[in-house]
């Protein structure tokens, strides 16, 4: 229970004021007071509040039309930047977001799968530094790190809790990289990094409730409800890869029978091809489907018809504006696009068609880490 | 975009102070201004409105403990009234509900199927009228009606879009209802008014995200995240019944196939129970599961393992708190529970078996009247 006091009125009409300023720039003050129904006085003071912190700078244009010329505002991207980071299995990516959320520079580094824990988090450390050196930025304008990974995260303690792909277990990520670099971390889901990306600047960007599947080497969601993050009881909301589908199907290596995942992950579909062929490696099964070998169609046919019942049910549950598609298996065989579409045609509850846009993630190279950047925005700053 | 003025501020706090005074009476003032870090004045200021509003009383306790001893304070249960229905194929039910929640009085009446929309609602008008005189409550003090029924239901507008059971399509109910009793109207399907229930006083009572899930005519569900009924886009999250479960499995009166109420609603256990046998009834089907038929221990079998997956894929998507069976079949054929919760050993993913309570409604007589009503209360009623 909160107290609504005086103090916390200034400091929401602040926050009310500084995201008008954020996603209306350039905009006057008076047009900031119509927006608000605060006083022009008092917009006035606070806008002095926010050019004093460094967050607001008036710009040589005015507004148009009749009557006096109004100056304009503009948010200053450069006052504060945060550093998102990706690390996948065989890759690490670091990027530094500005305030205004444009990505002022992003390095990719090819990751070995045998990289012990610390030398990632050295690489990592080192990356951060050359960065900010390259840009010219002061550590006293970062106000954190935050690093989207895939696994089970408790991201209330910044821990990787188990990441089958990485091979780590109970890692205490945003201490030990806390300890290397001095910033504040946070930890989190690649999923739920990458759905914050999409809120903010992607297909979800215009929608209160979205879901994003994640198809490649696993089978996950991750979910947006009302703008944030829905996370469950135990952070396992959107584990659309356990739903049974089919109770007589697959073994799945969680113990049940018939998940969703047994039919459609990369490790799923590799086991299932080398019961016909000596397979190495998905892209060799995804050139089989492209040269249209029978045995490669009719296990990436199977799977895209549990794709289109992964969208379907959770389509059905959630309700969602709109379904955002992401993942290896899209990018690297965006062939199976139209075969996905034609059963999310068969699968699809009548009245739900209209009602969701199914769209493909277009931030693929850089989701996770300008989500995770944004994240650290919002979790980070707290305005005086 | 709100503006945080003075005036908000006031009601936010007023509404503070009843909201403790709802549900920690008796409470004294200075505890009051303890929870809630507002000054005593100030409490006493708000308590003295609330008192002239007819909210609050003094109490003749007073708290124990050294010092002055200090006058304690409750809500007054009786300042106003709501009334819930529940409309059913077969029942009508009226109750009217005080300010704290108590259900006054709760009438059950049998509804003839072929009774018309019309008769329906001039019977409920009877009913109200009656509970009034009976219980000598002042039309004055009634701040609203409340319906709950199965169907899609257009809650914005009060519309009955379509409901099978009903047999009712595009019907006005809220408008209708109003002109006849001249009390505003809420309408709203019987599951999302039941999980109010559950959440006021039922087995969602202390959890913030949770789901009730209805197993009868229909298979459905609603669900309260954050303590708010979650509706997603178009009001259809949480349709369970039309997950995909199976593609190559039963054909669905939606166009589909393979949908999960294919195998659970009672309309498909009658079906597929008259391939084998004359049947007239769903309760003759239950009795011949009691009497150990061979063919109604396949069906309901079949229909308990489908059940189990209901949960066990809702539970995966939305990792609630709790999980509330409820409706005909759970209620009529109370020894498929057993069954139930074998296969859900089997089919809930382990990491989530700890972290969810699986429970029964316990409220099936007036959970959706008094929900109704708790509704009403929480849309209706503004404090000045």
Redesign the interface.
């Known amino acids: 229970?909160?107290?609504?006091?005086?103090l916390?009125?200034k400091r929401?009409?602040k926050n009310?004021v500084l995201d008008?300023l954020k996603t209306k720039s350039p905009i006057s003050r008076i047009d900031i007071a119509k927006?608000?129904?605060?006083s022009p006085t008092s917009i006035t003071r606070i806008v002095n509040e926010l050019q004093l912190q460094g967050y607001v700078r008036e710009t040589e244009a005015v507004a148009s039309g009749v009557g006096r010329k109004a100056t304009l505002l503009e948010v200053c991207g450069d006052v504060l930047y945060t550093v998102g980071i990706e690390i996948d299995k065989s890759l690490l990516k670091v990027g530094i977001v500005n305030y205004v959320g444009e990505i002022v520079s992003l390095h990719k580094n090819k990751r070995n799968e045998s990289e012990s824990y610390m030398e990632t988090l050295l690489k990592i450390k080192a990356i951060i530094r050359k960065i900010m050196d390259e840009n010219d930025i002061a550590a006293t304008k970062i106000i954190g790190l935050a690093v989207g990974l895939p696994g089970?995260i408790d991201y209330k303690n910044g821990i990787v809790k188990v990441s089958d792909q990485l091979k780590w277990k109970d890692a205490s990520l945003a201490e030990d990289l806390k300890k290397l670099t001095s910033f504040n971390v946070i930890v989190d889901n690649e999923l739920k990094m990458k759905i914050v990306a999409e809120s903010f600047t992607g297909k979800a960007k215009d929608s209160q409730?979205s879901i994003l599947i994640g198809i490649g080497s696993g089978l996950g969601s991750s979910i947006m409800?009302n703008g944030e993050i829905?996370?469950?009881?135990?952070?396992?909301?959107?584990?659309?890869g356990?739903?049974?589908?089919?109770?007589t199907g697959n073994v799945c290596n969680?113990?049940?029978i018939g998940c969703l995942a047994t039919y459609i992950s990369e490790g799923a579909i590799l086991a299932d091809s080398r019961k016909v062929k000596d397979i190495s490696s998905i892209e060799e099964v995804f050139q089989s489907y492209r040269d249209r070998e029978p045995w490669a169609l009719n296990i990436m046919d199977r799977a895209s018809?549990y794709i289109a019942?992964a969208i379907?049910?959770?389509l059905?549950?959630?309700?969602?504006?709109v379904i955002i598609l992401s993942g290896n298996t899209i990018e690297k065989l965006p062939e199976i696009k139209q075969a996905i579409e034609q059963k999310c045609q068969?699968?699809i509850?009548?009245?739900?068609k209209q009602?969701?846009r199914i769209v493909y993630s277009e931030l693929s190279d850089y989701g996770v880490v300008l989500g995770a950047a944004i994240q650290a925005q919002h979790l980070m700053l707290e305005l005086e």
Chains 1, 2 share one sequence.
Do not use: F
């Open positions: 229970m909160e107290k609504h006091d005086q916390l009125m929401q009409n009310l008008i927006m608000t129904g605060m089970y409730n409800l829905y996370r469950g009881e135990t952070n396992n909301a959107g584990e659309i356990h739903t049974v589908i089919d109770p969680c113990g049940k018809t019942l379907s049910n959770l059905c549950l959630y309700n969602p504006e068969l699968y509850w009548e009245p739900l009602a969701v």
